[in-house]
């Protein structure tokens, strides 16, 4: 699996179709084959819903699905607001548990990706 990551309208599902020939779907239709984006809002929605983020994750990790793009959310000013502090760690927490997994992370800056694994 390969995990690309970057901010908001960086350029990712570009540079997905461009280097894997793959038009990426949003995670929120639930059609986890292929390229998935949107990946955090996913997460996001679970945790709205009292779903099993870890379990999700892991089902996920088994899965046949070749990239997950995810927009890094974590680098701006800490929010006010107790859910949105913890949506915050638990999508930066699955971010690390994707890393971890992937065969290759690719953070991608103004359509430039730049792997990091």
Known sequence: MYFIIG???SGKRDYVRKNFGLEPKSALEGD???AIYDFHLYIRRLMENGGDVEACVNKILDSDIRV???DEI???IVPADE???RYRDCV???HQLLAEHAESV????CGI???LK
């Open 7 to 9: 901010g908001r309208c």
């Open 32 to 34: 986890f084959s292929g």
């Open 68 to 70: 997950i793009i995810s």
């Open 74 to 76: 974590g680098c701006g």
């Open 83 to 85: 859910f949105e502090r």
């Open 92 to 94: 930066g927490q699955v």
């Open 106 to 109: 690719v953070r991608v800056v």
């Open 113 to 115: 990706g730049v792997r």
